[in-house]
């Protein structure tokens, strides 16, 4: 059994509930969940290793926004206090007391637990100076062939400035010193983008036994080609992360995306915020670096292991399938049929598919049969982030060429994935694809197809709502729901969300969907309220939520007086959770559980009794401020009664987890749940056999 530190708080400022958890100590928690998967022996060795990775990245992006935004805040004396009391600085100080022991495990983990483990096996990174003469030489030509020609050594002096370190790029800090004694501070970064991070010394072949030696200590050891006629001293290894958020004011931008270009070239030129440097490095280099980049000491992490653990990445490339988890193919639902076959299935019923155990093929066959359908007239879709080479795009592309009306609504905003989405916007727009930008001030992140097709005398519209992005890719990993209808009532409330987007219109309502900013919010609270209502009043009451944060604070109020009138409220939320369960008096009859695991919990439910006629819902919002008052989202309600009856067996099945499940207690900590019992992700993957 694991537990981890309990979040710590001070007192509340005045009026402000106790029972409210910090925002991002929490995110953290979730983070140190993640680090866990790395610690366990129960999982394969590769994936453990991918646990480790995601906890860094998690941490990056964490540091790249988060932070970055608090110190904006102070930098800027805007002492806005948290919910839970704390202020930027007090926030800050708590964010580096829970952050650096988490590294300290990472690194413990990585090299005490995994390396081993991978020397076992007989993958082991080796140091220069422990290979034979023979393999130095060898190695020392190719850096000269295709390492040195790519390095540019920066010294710092009168005429050379502090050069700029770009956003985690890995880098050799040292100092220089000439003949005549004048010492300088020098860099070297390391050309990543060019080389793999760690060099096979035995080809190209990852299948074990193999040995990989750091680019590092490869450029370390030839430092003296990059300052021939120097002495150069001891190089140390450092990263550093900068502030990453965009600043967008659309109001100000006559065109987004020229306007979101510059945005993102001014991204690469953000604050830095955290500096990760080897332990051991001396104070004085640190100094110039800390100076160079405008940090104190508070900002350095000294890295007791290896930096920049995610460039590992050639780790996750081994070629041992036992090393990893078992492949499994998804199952293809028999009701999900092809080409006509496919729109008479989804008229005749819903369909709801449950990703990865469901195959994402149909979700891309939908788009498909709707491009080479010769009775569809028009397609309208939502990207808010999608793959690489995406079956999704090829689609539309296709239904253009093949004479249909396509909209597609692409978010150019979607974090960390704007230069794609520009990519994609573009590529649409040659392709004749009619592309909206969304709505100004929002993110659209509300996931959705409408096909139109004539049948006869009628045009009908097929929809697909799901709670994950159209990603081919990440829907092997991802649990998501989608559904596809034909529901008229349904689509045409669709059609409305489409319109909005598309053109100029305020609908007054909406009946059937809850479509965030103008009404989500009001209708979530509205049946909380009547859950609430319906305990005081001796009804049967029930509340389930399965989605990825909590932070709402009029949900958590509504939450906290449902649970005070007796409603059984069970949350499964994978990350933040600022509600806090189990409290005397307030939320009793609260339960928190986080799910961590192979497949990363994506998909959002909301499940609610309505005194025994079920209301359940599926979409792309989560119980956060920003969801439900600064995006567009939408939430379908699942009205297929057999859809109903295993949407809720499969939250029980969640609810009955013991080989995934955080419990979450009172003051904020987590604590893994022991012994015998099922494991929700194995038990679907069973099914598929």
Same mark, same amino acid.
């Given at each position: 059994?694991?537990?981890?530190?309990?979040?710590?708080?001070?007192?509340?400022?005045?009026?402000?509930?106790?029972?409210?958890?910090?925002?991002?100590?929490?995110?953290?928690?979730?983070?140190?969940?993640?680090?866990? #998967?790395?610690?366990?022996?129960?999982?394969?060795?590769?994936?453990? /290793? *991918?646990?480790?990775?995601?906890?860094?990245?998690?941490?990056?992006?964490? /540091?790249?926004?988060?932070?970055?935004?608090?110190?904006?805040?102070?930098?800027?004396?805007?002492?806005?206090?948290?919910?839970?009391?704390?202020?930027?600085?007090?926030?800050?100080?708590?964010?580096?007391?829970?952050?650096?022991?988490?590294?300290?495990?990472?690194?413990?983990?990585?090299?005490?637990?995994? !390396?081993?483990?991978?020397?076992?096996?007989?993958?082991?990174?080796?140091?220069?100076?422990?290979?034979?003469?023979? #393999?130095?030489?060898?190695?020392?030509?190719?850096?000269?062939?295709?390492?040195?020609?790519?390095?540019?050594?920066? &010294? @710092?002096?009168?005429?050379?400035?502090?050069?700029? $370190?770009?956003?985690?790029?890995?880098?050799?800090?040292?100092?220089?010193?000439?003949?005549?004694?004048?010492?300088?501070?020098?860099?070297? %970064?390391?050309?990543?983008?060019?080389?793999?991070?760690?060099?096979?010394?035995?080809?190209?072949?990852?299948?074990?036994? @193999?040995?990989?030696?750091?680019?590092?200590?490869?450029?370390?050891?030839?430092?003296?080609?990059?300052?021939?006629?120097?002495?150069?001293?001891?190089?140390?290894?450092?990263?550093?992360?900068?502030?990453?958020?965009?600043?967008?004011?659309?109001?100000?931008?006559?065109?987004?995306?020229?306007?979101?270009?510059?945005?993102?070239?001014?991204? *690469?030129?953000?604050?830095?915020?955290?500096?990760?440097?080897?332990?051991?490095?001396?104070?004085?280099?640190?100094?110039?670096?800390?100076?160079?980049?405008?940090?104190?000491?508070?900002?350095?992490?000294?890295?007791?292991?290896?930096?920049?653990?995610?460039?590992?990445?050639?780790? !996750?490339?081994?070629?041992?399938? #036992?090393?990893?988890?078992?492949?499994?193919?998804?199952?293809?639902?028999?009701?999900?049929?092809?080409?006509?076959?496919?729109?008479?299935?989804?008229?005749?019923?819903?369909?709801?598919?449950?990703?990865?155990?469901?195959?994402?093929?149909?979700?891309?066959?939908?788009?498909?049969?709707?491009?080479?359908?010769? %009775?569809?007239?028009?397609?309208?879709?939502?990207?808010?982030?999608?793959?690489?080479?995406?079956?999704?795009?090829?689609?539309?592309?296709?239904?253009?060429?093949?004479?249909?009306?396509? &909209?597609?609504?692409?978010?150019?905003?979607?974090?960390?994935?704007? #230069?794609?989405?520009?990519?994609?916007?573009?590529?649409?727009?040659?392709?004749?694809?009619?592309?909206?930008?969304?709505?100004?001030?929002?993110?659209?992140?509300?996931?959705?197809?409408?096909?139109?097709?004539?049948?006869?005398?009628?045009?009908?519209?097929?929809?697909?709502?799901?709670?994950?992005?159209?990603?081919? $890719?990440?829907?092997?990993?991802?649990?998501?729901?989608?559904?596809?209808?034909?529901?008229?009532?349904?689509?045409?409330?669709?059609?409305?969300?489409?319109?909005?987007?598309?053109?100029?219109?305020?609908?007054?309502?909406?009946?059937?969907?809850?479509?965030?900013?103008?009404?989500?919010?009001?209708?979530?609270?509205?049946?909380?309220?009547?859950?609430?209502?319906?305990?005081?009043?001796?009804?049967?009451?029930?509340?389930?939520? %399965?989605?990825?944060?909590?932070?709402?604070?009029?949900?958590?109020?509504?939450?906290?007086?449902?649970?005070?009138?007796? @409603?059984?409220?069970?949350?499964?939320?994978?990350?933040?959770?600022?509600?806090?369960?189990?409290?005397?008096?307030?939320?009793?009859?609260?339960?928190?559980?986080?799910?961590?695991?192979?497949?990363?919990?994506?998909?959002?439910?909301?499940?609610?009794?309505?005194?025994?006629?079920?209301?359940?819902?599926?979409?792309?919002?989560?119980?956060?401020?920003?969801?439900?008052?600064?995006?567009?989202?939408?939430?379908?309600?699942?009205?297929?009664?057999?859809?109903?009856?295993?949407?809720?067996?499969?939250?029980?099945?969640?609810? $009955?987890? @013991?080989?995934?499940?955080?419990?979450?207690?009172?003051?904020?900590?987590?604590?893994?749940?022991?012994?015998?019992?099922?494991?929700?992700?194995?038990?679907?993957?069973?099914?598929?056999?």
């Amino acid at each position: 059994m694991t537990k981890l530190a309990a979040i710590e708080q001070l007192p509340p400022p005045p009026g402000m509930r106790s029972t409210y958890l910090n925002r991002e100590l929490s995110w953290l928690a979730f983070n140190e969940r993640v680090l866990e #998967e790395a610690f366990d022996p129960g999982n394969p060795l590769i994936e453990r /290793f *991918r646990f480790l990775t995601i906890f860094h990245t998690n941490l990056d992006e964490f /540091f790249m926004i988060r932070v970055s935004g608090l110190k904006q805040q102070l930098a800027s004396g805007m002492d806005v206090v948290s919910r839970d009391g704390l202020s930027p600085r007090q926030q800050l100080q708590r964010i580096t007391e829970r952050v650096l022991p988490a590294m300290a495990n990472a690194q413990r983990c990585l090299m005490h637990e995994l !390396l081993p483990a991978f020397r076992d096996v007989g993958v082991t990174l080796c140091h220069y100076q422990d290979l034979t003469d023979v #393999e130095r030489s060898h190695l020392d030509r190719a850096y000269r062939e295709r390492v040195h020609p790519v390095l540019t050594p920066l &010294a @710092v002096g009168p005429t050379n400035p502090f050069p700029f $370190i770009s956003n985690l790029s890995l880098n050799l800090a040292l100092f220089v010193r000439s003949p005549e004694g004048e010492q300088r501070f020098a860099r070297v %970064k390391l050309p990543l983008g060019h080389l793999p991070r760690l060099l096979s010394l035995d080809g190209d072949d990852l299948e074990p036994p @193999v040995r990989l030696l750091p680019l590092e200590e490869l450029v370390a050891a030839n430092l003296d080609s990059l300052f021939p006629g120097m002495t150069c001293g001891t190089p140390w290894l450092f990263r550093v992360t900068r502030d990453a958020d965009l600043e967008i004011k659309e109001d100000e931008a006559d065109d987004l995306l020229p306007y979101l270009q510059q945005e993102l070239r001014r991204r *690469r030129f953000g604050q830095a915020v955290r500096l990760e440097i080897q332990a051991g490095a001396p104070a004085a280099l640190i100094d110039e670096l800390s100076k160079g980049l405008g940090l104190d000491d508070g900002d350095v992490a000294r890295v007791d292991g290896i930096v920049g653990t995610p460039t590992l990445s050639r780790l !996750l490339s081994i070629d041992a399938p #036992e090393l990893k988890y078992p492949p499994f193919v998804p199952r293809r639902s028999e009701g999900v049929k092809k080409g006509d076959n496919l729109f008479s299935s989804i008229r005749s019923t819903d369909l709801l598919l449950h990703h990865p155990f469901d195959s994402f093929g149909p979700v891309v066959d939908f788009v498909r049969a709707a491009a080479n359908d010769p %009775k569809v007239v028009a397609i309208k879709q939502t990207l808010y982030r999608t793959s690489g080479d995406s079956p999704i795009i090829h689609a539309l592309e296709e239904a253009i060429e093949n004479g249909k009306q396509v &909209a597609a609504v692409v978010e150019l905003k979607a974090r960390f994935d704007e #230069e794609n989405n520009i990519v994609w916007a573009g590529r649409l727009e040659q392709a004749g694809v009619h592309v909206i930008y969304g709505a100004p001030g929002l993110k659209t992140h509300a996931k959705l197809c409408m096909v139109v097709r004539r049948e006869g005398a009628e045009l009908v519209r097929y929809c697909h709502v799901g709670t994950g992005n159209y990603n081919a $890719i990440t829907a092997r990993v991802y649990t998501d729901l989608g559904l596809l209808t034909a529901n008229p009532e349904i689509a045409e409330e669709i059609a409305e969300v489409f319109n909005r987007l598309t053109g100029f219109s305020r609908p007054e309502s909406f009946q059937h969907l809850l479509v965030a900013p103008r009404f989500m919010k009001d209708r979530l609270l509205d049946l909380i309220r009547a859950e609430t209502a319906a305990a005081r009043g001796g009804e049967p009451s029930r509340i389930i939520a %399965k989605c990825n944060a909590v932070t709402d604070r009029d949900v958590i109020e509504a939450l906290y007086e449902a649970s005070g009138a007796g @409603v059984q409220i069970d949350l499964l939320v994978r990350g933040i959770c600022c509600l806090v369960p189990a409290v005397p008096g307030t939320s009793d009859n609260i339960r928190v559980r986080s799910v961590v695991g192979r497949f990363l919990e994506h998909s959002r439910v909301y499940w609610f009794e309505n005194r025994g006629d079920p209301a359940a819902y599926i979409g792309s919002a989560d119980w956060m401020g920003r969801n439900l008052i600064r995006r567009v989202e939408v939430l379908v309600p699942v009205r297929s009664s057999a859809n109903r009856t295993w949407l809720r067996a499969l939250l029980e099945r969640y609810l $009955i987890d @013991v080989g995934r499940t955080r419990l979450m207690g009172p003051d904020g900590s987590y604590t893994r749940l022991s012994g015998e019992g099922p494991d929700v992700h194995d038990d679907l993957l069973e099914q598929l056999l």
